[in-house]
Structure formats: structure tokens, C-alpha cells
């Protein structure tokens, strides 16, 4: 009998996850926004925006227009055929977009390292699958475009224009692309996104694109406007967290404000600090821009908590690297505790299944702690005099051209 190489192995060993996925775990909850809310808005049956989109009110369709185009082609298979096609699709970008970072950048982890990087994640991956979000492609779209940015800066482009065009916040990656070796890739994103938003003219024409845009306004400033939790209910962003813990005595908007004005400083902060760091730690930089992403952008469900598997992973890394070169160093010990402390945090709250208790830790924004934990390990494997975040003899880290086989 002839062997099956390694690629037709791991097709079938992905055929066979989205199988089980589909059937076993997914449930298909934003997907149905998607599937019912593009077929019908074709269809003449629903509206664009507002409550009767999607699959009605709160499950609205609230990305941008451009992405009905986008998303177009999906409801020409039957449901149950798209829910396969979405999670084998799923897979293969997380495992191509894993393999992308560890070949490029060089990664390799201890056994500890790798067992924390995957307790950490299992209650994300889990919850990305169950309800099939749009959210893993754009997470693995804006990893492959940090990664690819300064020798593929066509394609890193397109990879975060499309990501744009979805969700918006990751917006806030482009200045990572502004490192000189990477700057390419901010016009071709550029122009990628004036690509992108220009197609739906050919669809709908001027006026009636016009009308979807102002539609899509009016739905996502009522939805800004809401400070209930409707929409967003038990998010783990800085704004949620501190709608729920300290909105009292005290109004929504101002809290609501005063959280935005707080996550701005201290991604501004980051990004001065990243546009001065040394080239060989940009590989870092590139994991603690996602929990600055998970902790900044205002809405951040668990569902899309699966945004911080590009930081755990980078952080499994970094501890790996830590505890080789420096074991007992005092910033090296407190930033790895620091690391696998939030690892563990974000495992209980996989485990800890007793209603009351989970929901007490949501209220209380365990996610959004155990992101301050893994800032907290970043920032000390990043301050100057750290031998962590830098490459060196033993391991080169230092980025390698896409498709160099040596």
C-alpha cells in the first residue's frame, strides 16, 4: 500500500477536524447572521442594517458593506455545507498561519511553554468554533500580514485591508508597518482598502452604496450609544469592564470615556516604544500588539478572545527563551510567573464550568486581567537590557525571507 506523504496527512487530519467541529461543537450563531443576513438582504426579505438584519435584533449584521460583496458567494451552498466549509476553512488558516510564524520567526518552545500556550487558548479555540465567527480568519489574516510585511508587502496589504474591511479596529496594527523594512506594506494596504471599498459601486451604484454606508452609520452609533450590554454582553475590553464595575454612581459616558481615553494612552505609549525598539525584537512586538488589540477595541466578546493566540504564542517563546539564557535572572523569573500565571487564569476560567462562578469571573473581567499579567511579562522581556527579546547565536530570531529553505 502506497504511504500518504505529509501533506495528504494533514489534509485528511483537517477534513476530519472540521468534520468533528461542525457536527459535535459548532453551533453556528454568527454564521447564521451572515448566511441568512447576506441571502436575504439579496433576497429583498431583510434590510442591510438595524434590527430586522441578520437573523433580527441582537444578532444584527453589522459589518461594513463592502463585506456583502465579500460574502456574497456563501449562501450559494446549503447551510449545513457552508458550517463544513467555514470550520475546515477555519483550521486550515490557523495551522498555516502557525506554521507561517514558527518557520519564519524561528520559534521554538519547552514542554512547559507549549502546555501553558495551549491551556491558555483552549477556552478560545473552543468558543471561536462553537459560534463560527468571522473573527479567526481576521486574527490569522493580520498575523500573516505582520509576518509577511517586509518581504511580500503586496500580500500583507491585501491580508490587513481585508481584515479592515470586516471588523474596522484592526485598524490599530498599521503602525506596525511602519518600520522601515515594512513600509511598502502600508501603501499596499492602502490601496488595497480603496480596492476593497470601491467594489460594491459596481454592485449597488453610487446611490444605493451611499444609502448602505449611511445605514451601516446610523446602526453602529446606536450601537456605540448602548451602555447596556445588549449587544456585548459580558465583554472583556477596558470599556466593558469598566462599564459593568464602575458605572454605579457614575454615568455610562463618562466611564465610557474615560476607559477609551485610558486604552488610547496606553496604545500610544506602546506604539512610540515599538517605533524605537531594536529590529531583532520586532517578532515580539508583533505578539503584544494583539493583547493591546483584545484590551483597546471597545467591544471584545469571549468568543473573540481567540485575538490573543498570536500573543501566547509568541509569549510561550519568549518564556522558552527566558528560562535557556536566564533562569534564576530576577526580570526573567517575575516575567515568566507573570506569563504562566495568566496562562493559568485564562485555563480556570475554561474549567471553572459552575454558572455562578463563571459569571461572577466575567463580571469581574478575568479575561481582561489575565491580558494585563501577559502585558505586564511583555514589557519586561522588552525593557533595554533584556537578552529575552533579542536573537542571538543559539537561536536566530530574527525574521527570514519567505520561502528561504536554508
Not at 150 to 168: D, E, Q, V
Request: aromatic share 14%; charged share 15%; net charge positive.
Amino acid at each position: 500500500m502506497r504511504r500518504l506523504s505529509f501533506p495528504l496527512w494533514c489534509a485528511a487530519l483537517l477534513a476530519l477536524l472540521a468534520i468533528a467541529s461542525s457536527l459535535f461543537l459548532a453551533k453556528g450563531t454568527d454564521l447564521m447572521v451572515y448566511y441568512y443576513g447576506v441571502r436575504d438582504f439579496y433576497t429583498g426579505v431583510r434590510s442591510a442594517y438595524g434590527p430586522d438584519s441578520g437573523i433580527s435584533h441582537p444578532l444584527e449584521y453589522r459589518y461594513p458593506p463592502p463585506t456583502y460583496v465579500l460574502l456574497y458567494p456563501l449562501p450559494l451552498v446549503s447551510f449545513h455545507a457552508a458550517r463544513f466549509l467555514w470550520a475546515l476553512l477555519e483550521w486550515v488558516a490557523a495551522v498555516l498561519t502557525v506554521r507561517l510564524a514558527i518557520r519564519t520567526y524561528r520559534l521554538r518552545f519547552s514542554r512547559n511553554a507549549i502546555s501553558a500556550c495551549c491551556a491558555a487558548m483552549l477556552a478560545y479555540v473552543v468558543l471561536a468554533i462553537r459560534y463560527e465567527n468571522v473573527q479567526p480568519f481576521v486574527i490569522c489574516g493580520i498575523f500573516a500580514a505582520l509576518i509577511v510585511a517586509g518581504n511580500r508587502p503586496l500580500w500583507s496589504g491585501l491580508l490587513l485591508a481585508l481584515a479592515i474591511t470586516f471588523k474596522i479596529w484592526p485598524i490599530l496594527f498599521v503602525p506596525w508597518l511602519f518600520r522601515g523594512h515594512r513600509r511598502k506594506a502600508v501603501y499596499a494596504t492602502a490601496l488595497w482598502l480603496a480596492a476593497l471599498w470601491a467594489l460594491p459601486l459596481a454592485v449597488f451604484g453610487v446611490a444605493g452604496y451611499w444609502s448602505l454606508i449611511m445605514q451601516w452609520y446610523v446602526a453602529m452609533t446606536k450601537v456605540a450609544a448602548d451602555y447596556s450590554g445588549t449587544y456585548y454582553f459580558l465583554g472583556q475590553s477596558l470599556r466593558e469592564v469598566a462599564l459593568r464595575c464602575f458605572a454605579g454612581g457614575v454615568s455610562p459616558r463618562i466611564v465610557s470615556s474615560a476607559a477609551e481615553a485610558a486604552g488610547a494612552a496606553i496604545y500610544c505609549v506602546f506604539v512610540a516604544w515599538m517605533l524605537r525598539a531594536k529590529r531583532g525584537t520586532l517578532w515580539v512586538w508583533d505578539g503584544l500588539v494583539f493583547l493591546l488589540y483584545s484590551m483597546v477595541e471597545p467591544y471584545a466578546v469571549k468568543s473573540g478572545l481567540i485575538s490573543l493566540g498570536p500573543a501566547i504564542l509568541i509569549g510561550a517563546c519568549v518564556c522558552t527563551i527566558a528560562g535557556e539564557r536566564a533562569p534564576r535572572a530576577p526580570r526573567a523569573v517575575a516575567a515568566r510567573t507573570l506569563f504562566l500565571s495568566a496562562c493559568a487564569i485564562c485555563f480556570l476560567g475554561a474549567i471553572l464550568q459552575y454558572p455562578p462562578l463563571l459569571r461572577f469571573l466575567l463580571v469581574a473581567g478575568v479575561d481582561l486581567w489575565a491580558e494585563m499579567l501577559l502585558l505586564a511579562a511583555f514589557t519586561l522581556w522588552l525593557l533595554p537590557g533584556s537578552k529575552q527579546a533579542e536573537p542571538g547565536p543559539s537561536l536566530e530570531l530574527e525574521p527570514v525571507q519567505v520561502g528561504d529553505t536554508t
